[in-house]
């Protein structure tokens, strides 16, 4: 046994966490049944509460936002009475949960969304590529049809209930998906906003819908229960790099400091195959943020507490060692070995390579 900081408890905002880990948001497309958590979920959740914040994985709020087969909504009153055992069965565990909202925007096929859903984004720009479907398996990218105002101002409106939803199902906070492609990010990227009223042209504007929704958020349920991720650089889902992207973010973060959030989640994703996020821009944003700074993409025990003990981030994101080591902080703690995640299971239906994994502790 071996303690430091990476394991001592600590708070963010109004909650104390039992210690400095995050799970990181994780897509697993097990919620079969309308989108709807189910009772392995529950589990699968339950048995990583030794994290001190569980953010789950994206979670649409809207039936246009279900972009990818199985993955839980959070709009219907069925989706909430069923996290609500997701978010009990964490707590009786001890353990801390945040919903990740995702809108998937243009990285969605009609064979995917729920009905009524409608593939929408900023602009009228594919993705490069296919995407999967359980009816057709790989499908070209459709085209996306952009956004009206009045459908802009619906997105957000979304957001806002999807995140007092998320109160109501007994989430500690939201974070909202600023990163990796999907709607918020399509805003910001001048190459999948090509807008030209509020909403896009400008720097200023296009950051003008992620503002918006994050306001109105921390307006609705409190800032210190919001969280925002990030991902500069990312090439997830087709996006792209493009000249301006540091000042997008430098521009962004000092901005997101008045919605009174708690916290922004900055991923670099190098370890996956990503462009490197540079130092510099980490440490600029994590200048910029007066409150949790986390940081996730790839990271050890070693660089974990590194990260920690030199002040770059106040929490540590782990992603595919918390889905492969439902105990993965206590075989940290005791420097045991790791279960190898399985990717032939990751988005696989049912407990396999979900919830059998086994524990070392
Ligand atoms: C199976 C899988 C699903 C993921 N789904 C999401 C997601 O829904 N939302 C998100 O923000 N990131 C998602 N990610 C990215 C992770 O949150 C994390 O940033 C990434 O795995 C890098 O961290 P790691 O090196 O510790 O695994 C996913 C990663 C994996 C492996």
């Not at 079969?32 to 990583?48: C, G, H, K, L, S």
């Not at 007092?164 to 500690?172: I, L, T």
């Not at 507490?305 to 782990?318: K, M, P, Q, V």
Request: net charge negative.
């Amino acid at each position: 046994m071996s303690d430091t900081q990476l394991f001592a408890p600590t708070t963010l905002g109004p909650l104390s966490l039992r210690n400095h880990l995050v799970m990181a948001p994780m897509t697993r497309s097990r919620a079969v049944d309308a989108n709807t958590p189910n009772d392995i979920m529950a589990e699968y959740y339950a048995q990583r509460a030794g994290a001190g914040l569980i953010v789950t994985e994206g979670t649409s709020p809207s039936p246009n936002g279900t972009g990818y087969p199985r993955i839980p909504g959070i709009w219907s009153p069925e989706q909430v009475e069923a996290w609500r055992k997701v978010t009990g069965a964490v707590h009786a565990a001890g353990g801390r949960i945040f919903v990740q909202l995702m809108h998937t925007g243009r990285v969605g096929h009609p064979l995917n969304l729920p009905a009524g859903g409608e593939v929408l984004a900023p602009s009228a720009v594919a993705a490069d590529g296919e995407m999967y479907t359980d009816a057709k398996g790989m499908q070209p990218h459709p085209v996306p049809r952009p956004m009206t105002a009045d459908e802009v101002r619906t997105a957000i409106e979304e957001h806002v209930q999807a995140a007092c939803k998320a109160v109501a199902a007994g989430f500690d906070g939201v974070e909202l998906h600023g990163a990796n492609g999907y709607l918020l990010e399509q805003f910001l990227s001048p190459q999948t906003n090509q807008r030209t009223d509020a909403w896009g042209g400008s720097i200023e504007k296009r950051l003008t819908f992620v503002l918006e929704v994050t306001h109105a958020v921390a307006a609705a349920i409190g800032g210190e229960h919001v969280g925002i991720r990030l991902s500069p650089y990312g090439v997830n889902a087709g996006m792209k790099p493009y000249p301006e992207i540091e000042e997008t973010y430098t521009t962004l973060v000092p901005r997101l400091v008045a919605t009174g959030i708690q916290y922004v989640h900055l991923v670099d994703h190098s370890a996956m195959g990503a462009p490197e996020v540079p130092e510099t821009l980490k440490r600029a944003l994590r200048r910029a943020w007066p409150r949790t700074f986390i940081l996730a993409g790839g990271f050890d025990r070693a660089t974990a507490e590194a990260a920690l003990d030199e002040g770059r981030a106040n929490l540590i994101a782990f992603g595919r060692p918390f889905l492969a080591n439902p105990d993965l902080v206590a075989r940290l703690q005791r420097d045991l070995p790791l279960n190898a995640p399985d990717f032939g299971t990751f988005y696989t239906p049912g407990p396999k390579g979900y919830t059998d994994y086994p524990s070392a502790t």
